[in-house]
Nanobody, 118 residues
Framework: QVQVVESGGGLVQAGGSLQLSCVASGSTFGFNVMGWYRQAPGKQRELVAQITPGGTTNYADSVKGRFTISRENDTVYLLMNSLKREDTAVYYC??????????????WGQGTQVTVSS
C-alpha cells in the first residue's frame, strides 16, 4: 500500500524558519519526481518545489532563494527560511511512481498546515 506522509507544519512568526518532511513508501519501483505543493484559502493548489531522483530541483518564483528542497531516497524535505505571511497555506507532498499495469501515477499526502504570523 502506497503512503505519503508529511510532518513538520506549524505556527511561525514572519521571518522565521520551518522544515517540512515527507516520507513516501509502498512503491515497488520507488518514486520518481517528488515535490511540495501548497493551497491557501480561496486559491488554487500551486507548485512550490520539486526534485528528481538525481537531485535536479525546480522552484516557484515566489520561494526562490528562501526555500530549499532536498531528498534522501524516498524522503523529501522542504526547508523554509524568511517566511512571509503569504506563505501561509496547507502544504502537500506529491510523489510520482510507475506502475507496470497502470503507467505513471501521482500520490498525495494528507497535507500539513503552515501558518505565518506577523
Amino acid at each position: 500500500q502506497v503512503q505519503v506522509v508529511e510532518s513538520g507544519g506549524g505556527l511561525v512568526q514572519a521571518g522565521g524558519s520551518l522544515q517540512l518532511s515527507c516520507v513516501a513508501s509502498g512503491s515497488t519501483f520507488g518514486f520518481n519526481v517528488m515535490g511540495w505543493y501548497r493551497q491557501a484559502p480561496g486559491k488554487q493548489r500551486e507548485l512550490v518545489a520539486q526534485i528528481t531522483p538525481g537531485g535536479t530541483t525546480n522552484y516557484a518564483d515566489s520561494v526562490k532563494g528562501r526555500f530549499t528542497i532536498s531528498r534522501e531516497n524516498d524522503t523529501v524535505y522542504l526547508l523554509m527560511n524568511s517566511l512571509k505571511r503569504e506563505d501561509t497555506a496547507v502544504y502537500y507532498c506529491n510523489a510520482k511512481r510507475y506502475s507496470s499495469g497502470l503507467g505513471w501515477l501521482t500520490d498525495w499526502g494528507q497535507g500539513t498546515q503552515v501558518t505565518v504570523s506577523s
